[in-house]
């Protein structure tokens, strides 16, 4: 399986922006799917975009829409997230990562994560008020 390394996080404060990136090591990534999630101290990993590899965007949680925008350039094999308008309460360590189903979950329930593979480390992402 693909492995996926996130790149592009850091400190800002809040109004500030950030664009992270999403590379694969390795072998190309073969998903119809990607997404961004995060992981903020003590609270569950939270879904927060998904992209077709062909383009669609399919999904943004409701706390980043209208501020975040997933995208991606297949010819460097990268997806990214540029985010913009950033909160304190945005703060948290940001990883992408393939759907190991064919398509983008279609319900968005907190859990859908667990239908994606190729974690990397992830990239910490803080916000200053």
């Known amino acids: 399986q693909v492995q996926l390394v996130e790149s592009g996080g850091g400190s800002v404060q809040a109004g500030g922006s950030l664009r992270l990136s999403c590379t694969a090591s390795?072998?190309?990534?073969?998903?119809?799917?990607m997404g961004w999630f995060r992981q903020a101290p003590d609270k569950e990993r939270e879904e927060v975009a998904y992209i077709y590899t062909g383009g669609a965007i399919t999904y943004y949680a409701e706390s980043v829409k209208g501020r975040f925008t997933i995208s991606q350039d297949k010819a460097k094999n990268t997806m990214y997230l540029q985010m913009n308008s950033l909160k304190p309460e945005d703060t948290a360590m940001y990883y992408c990562?393939?759907?190991?189903?064919?398509?983008?979950?279609?319900?968005?329930?907190?859990?859908?994560?667990?239908?994606?593979?190729?974690w990397g480390q992830g990239t910490q992402v803080t916000v200053s008020s």
């Open positions: 390795g072998n190309t990534v073969s998903s119809n799917c």
């Open positions: 990562a393939a759907a190991i189903i064919p398509v983008c979950p279609s319900v968005v329930d907190g859990n859908s994560w667990r239908l994606f593979g190729g």
